[in-house]
């Protein structure tokens, strides 16, 4: 994985913007800690901050090819999981190949096949190809949206980037958030709307979508939709291909030049990849794999069962770990340090995130990187396959909203009055785009209907929140993560797959968990969904108190929108809040770490309200 970035700006000759170019560079330092490069010709520069993962000698970047009387130049971002398969047909074309690096791949299928390449790739990316001669530059962004690439246009020219820093430090994009973007913040975070940025005129590529920039003008296309087709499969037949799909995707990510990893929470997806991993590491005589869990200090001694977690994690681990022969490993996280990291969390983001859950995975990943490259995880199983409880509850599956956020009120508690009153009807407007989008079928009945929109809603927004977690926050180390459950055949197979196959024995997952029963042990393979683990203990809880605390005594942007009485209520009663802020596990500490976070980003990002 790495970091890119760009500049095309018609008027300028960017060999005299090296400290700006320098400037954009550093902030995707983190992304990529082991070299850098830039292109600049004339009025473009393309640049790229390297983590080294594949064919460290023969896959530098910025990348250049002259072919077809063009000068190619591609700055790429992400793992490609079929660079075999396509390295194959291009070499039967007559193309070669210096090395093995999935980059030269991807820009020779390009050459090959131009904006038609995007939809024949299989991986997590983001890339960007100039032709130098034909001045057009083509954007491409994989068809998941598990890496993140964000642009701007202004007069006469274009900025894009792995992370919105980047386009910051360009001098094209000032720090200005409008009233969308406070509905955007105050409504709707830490998701945001598919497509935008928050900050005014910042913009990102859609999962499945590319652009060109041509001209003067940006042409955007979506190569990749999720479209209702008619199911024909068995519930036998879905098994095996269940069981298929996600053998081979997990089988095929496991190819790294550097040391691999694993993340191990003790539940059925990260399970399922570890004991996958460690079967193949067995047929393929490799040392078994390392695993990785995080806890928390003194966590068991404060944790209380609840709908949403209603089992601690690390008995579960431990039978996974001794069932796969691993080698583990669990980092215990301070609370302290816990809150500590709500600020890095910020800067890994560019924006007010998912707090806690954020800071822990990057201290987590922190720890990880002193061993370790690359590493697997089992993100969005849940999305795909009905995970949660608001798949299985139909009170909530047929109210007519985002169902992790189902009431605005809380957010609406710790505004003064009249601040952002379109906050309801701005939600609300998001929620039916959303729903407009669903392509479904004719024959449809009226749970498969709201099935596939409950799909698209987790699709396209809390599943695009938790990848933009694990991109940021383990980035942010030089930690790659790869996410098999992600791969774009999976998407597509379960997107049309009836509700009563998906949900097997009526279990959430239920289909995955049967795919896998005979190769887990039983109390893994049918242990009841548990969240990713937070702190239960009140010191966490005391610390952010303490924080906001002293925020209400300041008078500063973000105070003079703020209801100092909303927020003390929250301080004073705790127990009171009757739904989460966003999805699960967003409730008083974390609504408290949400307004710290808000504070530090407005104060070291210079935000303007406009």
Not at 65 to 71: D, Q, V
Not at 327 to 342: P, Q, S
Not at 432 to 460: A, C, G, V, W
Not at 467 to 477: A, Q, T, V
């Amino acid at each position: 994985m790495c970091g890119i970035a760009g500049l095309l700006s018609k008027y300028e000759d960017l060999s005299q913007k090296i400290g700006v170019l320098s400037e954009m560079s550093k902030t995707l330092e983190r992304r990529g800690p082991d070299e850098n490069g830039i292109f600049i010709d004339h009025n473009v520069a393309l640049i790229h901050r390297r983590l080294t993962v594949i064919d460290k000698d023969n896959g530098k970047q910025p990348m250049m090819c002259g072919m077809k009387n063009e000068k190619y130049v591609i700055v790429y971002n992400g793992e490609l999981y079929n660079t075999e398969e396509l390295r194959k047909k291009l070499k039967k074309r007559g193309y070669k190949f210096k090395g093995h690096s999935d980059t030269e791949v991807v820009l020779k299928s390009y050459i090959e096949y131009g904006e038609d390449c995007a939809d024949m790739l299989n991986g997590i990316f983001a890339f960007a190809v100039y032709e130098a001669y034909s001045k057009k530059l083509f954007l491409c962004r994989d068809k998941v949206g598990v890496k993140p690439l964000f642009y701007s246009e202004f007069e006469n020219g274009l900025v894009f980037g792995s992370e919105i820093k980047a386009l910051l430090k360009s001098g094209k994009v000032k720090p200005e958030v409008g009233e969308e973007g406070l509905y955007e913040v105050f409504f709707l975070g830490p998701a945001r709307t598919p497509g935008t940025g928050v900050f005014k005129d910042v913009k990102e590529l859609l999962p499945g979508e590319y652009a060109v920039y041509e001209g003067g003008r940006l042409r955007k296309t979506r190569y990749f939709t999720l479209k209702a087709c008619e199911y024909t499969d068995t519930p036998e037949q879905s098994v095996e291909k269940i069981r298929y799909l996600l053998t081979d995707a997990i089988e095929k990510q496991l190819i790294s030049d550097v040391p691999l990893c694993f993340f191990l929470s003790g539940g059925l997806d990260s399970s399922i990849i570890v004991q996958t991993a460690s079967n193949f590491y067995k047929r393929n005589m490799i040392e078994p794999p390392t695993t990785y869990s995080v806890e928390y200090r003194d966590n068991m001694k404060f944790f209380e069962k609840s709908l949403f977690q209603p089992t601690a994690d690390i008995e579960f681990i431990r039978l996974m770990s001794q069932n796969a022969g691993t080698t583990h490993n669990e980092v215990i996280l301070d609370n302290k340090e816990l809150a500590d990291a709500l600020y890095p969390s910020v800067l890994a983001r560019d924006l007010p995130g998912y707090v806690d859950v954020d800071s822990s995975l990057l201290l987590f990943c922190r720890e990880i990187k002193q061993n370790y490259t690359v590493a697997l995880s089992g993100e969005c199983a849940d999305e795909l396959f009905g995970g949660y409880p608001w798949y299985h509850n139909h009170e909530i599956l047929f109210e007519d909203n985002f169902p992790w956020s189902r009431s605005q009120d809380i957010r609406r508690s710790i505004l003064a009055d009249g601040v952002l009153p379109r906050g309801e009807e701005y939600v609300r407007q998001k929620y039916l785009d959303t729903i407009k989008q669903t392509d479904k079928l004719s024959s449809d009945s009226k749970l498969t209907s709201r099935m596939r929109e409950m799909f698209m809603l987790n699709y396209y927004w809390f599943m695009q929140c938790l990848l933009e977690r694990k991109d940021r926050c383990s980035m942010y180390s030089g930690l790659e993560v790869r996410v098999p459950f992600c791969d774009y055949r999976i998407v597509e197979y379960a997107y049309n797959m009836p509700w009563e196959i998906k949900a097997y024995d009526g279990r959430e997952k239920g289909i995955v968990r049967k795919a896998f029963e005979d190769i887990l042990p039983y109390d893994i393979a049918w242990r009841k969904k548990s969240p990713y683990p937070k702190t239960h203990n009140p010191e966490y809880m005391r610390i952010c108190a303490s924080k906001v605390k002293n925020i209400l005594q300041k008078k500063n942007t973000l105070t003079e929108i703020l209801s100092k009485s909303g927020i003390e209520e929250i301080i004073m009663n705790p127990d009171g809040i009757s739904s989460p802020w966003y999805g699960q596990l967003m409730k008083a500490p974390q609504i408290l770490a949400y307004i710290i976070e808000l504070e530090y980003w407005i104060e070291e990002y210079n935000v303007e309200f406009t």
